[in-house]
């Protein structure tokens, strides 16, 4: 109940593409879905996060669809360039519970 | 502002020595996480702390790791006797209650443990 699920694992894109990736989690006590960008050597950082009360959360290029009857939410980088190759991790919590991670993408934007 | 502060970046040990990783949370944070990170696992919650107390160390592996928390601005996760499989990156992070939910994560510490 505590997972949340992600994929695609690595996912290899052409610059200028839309880049999408998923998540599905159980609990349904979750409310809080971040989505955080880590470059290598780095620690993760936060990229943009919903709540349940909306469907989707856009900002610059980077776009969160969520579907709270599917217990599903996803990703989209539209315009794909080569700065955004990282590992993407989806996350969901409850009010201020830990975060639970998912298992992270491998985005290779290629030029 | 200074984020989340990591020390030793990098560490190399032999297994069965002692390993000590340290933290300084963003001043004014009152949660600290630590995080393991392997390609194998992803990131794995260790444990928290808020307002230094430990709420919740399940995820820690075993008895070899052991937390602490003595002020509001240093945390140190342990490793004793280290062993190869421990070899990770281990991630500090901290948040404020306020907040909006936000985890602030240092650089990492680098554990290579031979």
């Known amino acids: 109940q505590q997972q949340v699920k992600q994929s695609p694992q690595s996912l290899i894109v052409q610059k200028g593409g839309i880049s999408i990736i998923n998540c599905a989690y159980e609990n349904t006590a979750f409310d809080y879905f971040p989505w955080y960008q880590q470059f290598p050597g780095k620690g993760p950082a936060l990229l943009i996060a919903i709540r349940p009360d909306v469907s989707e959360k856009k900002e610059g290029r980077f776009t969160i669809s969520f579907n709270k009857s599917a217990k599903q939410f996803s990703l989209h980088i539209m315009d794909s360039q080569p700065g955004d190759s990282a590992t993407y991790f989806c996350?969901?919590?409850?009010?201020?519970?830990?975060?639970?991670f998912g298992t992270g993408t491998r985005l290779l934007v290629s030029p | 502002d200074a984020g989340v502060i990591q020390s030793p970046r990098h560490e190399v040990t032999e297994m069965g020595q002692e390993v000590t990783l340290r933290c300084k949370p963003i001043s004014g944070h009152d949660y600290l996480f630590w995080y393991r990170q392997t390609m194998m696992r992803g990131l794995e919650l260790l444990i928290y702390f808020n307002n230094n107390v430990p709420i919740d160390d399940s995820g820690m592996p075993e008895d070899r790791f052991s937390a602490k928390m003595p002020n509001a601005s240093f945390s140190t996760l342990k490793i004793q006797p280290s062993e190869p499989r421990d070899s990770a990156v281990y991630f500090c992070?901290?948040?404020?209650?306020?907040?909006?939910?936000?985890?602030?994560f240092g650089e990492g510490s680098r554990l290579t443990v031979l």
């Open positions: 996350a969901a919590s409850s009010v201020f519970q830990k975060l639970v």
């Open positions: 992070a901290s948040r404020w209650t306020g907040g909006t939910g936000e985890l602030f």
